[in-house]
């Protein structure tokens, strides 16, 4: 993912190529190298985001976000969950989601996702895993 740090605007982001001809749902991986606080998502080509409520997630682990913390999204059809993980332990965080959050998905073509955070930013690494899906007839 692209660095920047303008003053207030402290995001990575990556052109993910997306080659099927029909939306796709992903996972969204997302590890903690340390703290962090306020990340969130964006598919800025679908339009689509997520917020996370890092308070949340520190509620639900017990303490702040750390370096080893995980969270997995996934936006699957029939198979939509947000999982913290830490220490070997597997928390449902669905929770840590803000009303105004969508599933992200991709779309045919180049989509541009950014990750952003209040702070900690550096602590972010997202990997974001999908499947090309074809219509047919």
Known sequence: LVRSSAASDVYKRQV???EGDAD????VDIQFLGPVSGVKL???TTQTRININTDEIARLLGSAIKAGDRLSISSGVGDKYVKAYRDGNVYNALSA?????AWIFLTPGDNLITV???SGIDN???IISFEN????I
């Open 16 to 18: 993910v190529v997306y």
């Open 24 to 27: 796709t749902s992903t996972i």
């Open 42 to 44: 964006y598919n800025t």
């Open 97 to 101: 989601l803000d009303r105004d959050s």
């Open 116 to 118: 952003r955070a209040d």
């Open 124 to 126: 972010v690494s997202a």
């Open 133 to 136: 899906l074809y219509e047919s």
